[in-house]
Each structure stands twice: as structure tokens, then as C-alpha cells.
T-cell receptor, first 114, second 113 residues
Framework: KAGVTQTPRYLIKTRGQQVTLSCSPISGHRSVSWYQQTPGQGLQFLFEYFSETQRNKGNFPGRFSGRQFSNSRSEMNVSTLELGDSALYLC?????????????FGEGSWLTVV | SQQGEEDPQALSIQEGENATMNCSYKTSINNLQWYRQNSGRGLVHLILIRSNEREKHSGRLRVTLDTSKKSSSLLITASRAADTASYFCATDAGDNAGNMLTFGGGTRLMVKP
């Protein structure tokens, strides 16, 4: 069965622009979460969605937003991009939102802001 | 912010040797998961250990969890060059935390052929 699929894999944006990243979870998985990975801050939780509802949100500014569709696919959006937003953005999915589920990650989307 | 630290930050061994990585965390947890990340790639799930478990095995991997010390270790036996990667532990704090994982800083493992 296909894993977590993220698109695009690589993208370059200019400061001030906005970007939308897409994630398709493993078939049957209803929980999708997003993480940002940078050399300085490591892996940090952005937000989690389950059944189209945001369940948890990390400590990121309001420029970072997301949503989940009825088919469990998710998108995250970053508006007014800053240089510091350059990072690997990872999407993860699991069967449910409860604790103790194995969480599977995609290959990530590399965002470079210039 | 990160839950804790991993130790060592970097480890270099010869093929065939064992590699041990340690992870410490700060708050009570429900579960702890270990992941591997090859350079520039996504995270690959290795093993999940629940707070009421002390040890778990999967192939060449052995994970221990000591909740009294708030620490876990990952042992890779008979390492191979293909094990070269970064290894991360991640914790979740409970049902309300859902799939909100808190990661350690990772251990970079290099296995020399």
C-alpha cells in the first residue's frame, strides 16, 4: 500500500510570497500531522488534523495554517514567507488520533525561501 | 521546543559493531517511538514502545525504556553501512496530545564499511 505522499518535493519561493504544500496520507489513515525540520530547531510539531478538525497546534505564528479534506488529504499554507521558513516540511499520518498509534512520515517537501 | 536530548550527537563505528543511542525526555509520556532519517529524506518508523513496556525487539533493533529515569536507548546490533543515518526518538504525552510528537535532537550514526 502506498505510503504518505507529499507534493511538491522541492520548491523555491521568494520572501513575501505564500506557499501551499500537499499531503496524501496512507489509505485508511484519518489523522494527518505536519512538522517542520530545520538544522537549528530540529523537528517541531506544526499541527494535527483528524476528521477535518484541527486537534492540536504547535507554537508557530498564524502565518502557518492547514486544513484537511473529507478524503483525509491535507494541505498546509505558509503566507508572507520569511527566510527562516526555509525547511523540510514533513507530513505524517496515522490510523486514528489517539495516543499510541504508529505514525508514518512522508519524504517531505523542501522549501527554500530566497 | 524539543522534549529532550539524544546522546551521543554523533557516533562513528565499524561495520559489524553494535551501536547504542540514548534518548532522554522531560515529561511523562504515553509512548516513545524511534525513527531513522537518511540524509534529506523522510522519517522511517523503527519501533514504538509503550510506557508500560521495558524492552522491545525488532530484528537487529532493541529498544529499552526506563520511565523512572525518563530515558530510552536504541541498540542496533551487527551494524551495516546501510544503517548510516540519523536516529530520532519521539514521545507523545497522552490521548489529548494525539499524534503530536516531541522529538529529540537526533544521533548521527556513521557505519564505516
Amino acid at each position: 500500500k502506498a505510503g504518505v505522499t507529499q507534493t511538491p518535493r522541492y520548491l523555491i519561493k521568494t520572501r513575501g510570497q505564500q506557499v501551499t504544500l500537499s499531503c496524501s496520507p496512507i489509505s485508511g489513515h484519518r489523522s494527518v500531522s505536519w512538522y517542520q525540520q530545520t538544522p537549528g530547531q530540529g523537528l517541531q510539531f506544526l499541527f494535527e488534523y483528524f476528521s477535518e478538525t484541527q486537534r492540536n497546534k504547535g507554537n508557530f505564528p498564524g502565518r502557518f495554517s492547514g486544513r484537511q479534506f473529507s478524503n483525509s488529504r491535507s494541505e498546509m499554507n505558509v503566507s508572507t514567507l520569511e527566510l527562516g521558513d526555509s525547511a523540510l516540511y514533513l507530513c505524517a499520518s496515522s490510523w486514528s488520533a489517539g495516543s499510541g498509534n504508529t505514525i508514518y512520515f512522508g519524504e517531505g517537501s523542501w522549501l527554500t525561501v530566497v | 521546543s524539543q522534549q529532550g536530548e539524544e546522546d551521543p550527537q554523533a557516533l562513528s563505528i565499524q561495520e559489524g559493531e553494535n551501536a547504542t543511542m540514548n534518548c532522554s525526555y522531560k515529561t511523562s509520556i504515553n509512548n516513545l517511538q524511534w525513527y531513522r532519517q537518511n540524509s534529506g529524506r523522510g522519517l522511517v518508523h523503527l519501533i514504538l514502545i509503550r510506557s508500560n513496556e521495558r524492552e522491545k525487539h525488532s530484528g537487529r533493533l532493541r529498544v529499552t525504556l526506563d520511565t523512572s529515569k525518563k530515558s530510552s536507548s536504541l541498540l542496533i546490533t551487527a551494524s551495516r553501512a546501510a544503517d548510516t543515518a540519523s536516529y530520532f526518538c519521539a514521545t507523545d504525552a497522552g490521548d489529548n496530545a494525539g499524534n503530536m510528537l516531541t522529538f529529540g535532537g537526533g544521533t548521527r550514526l556513521m557505519v564505516k564499511p
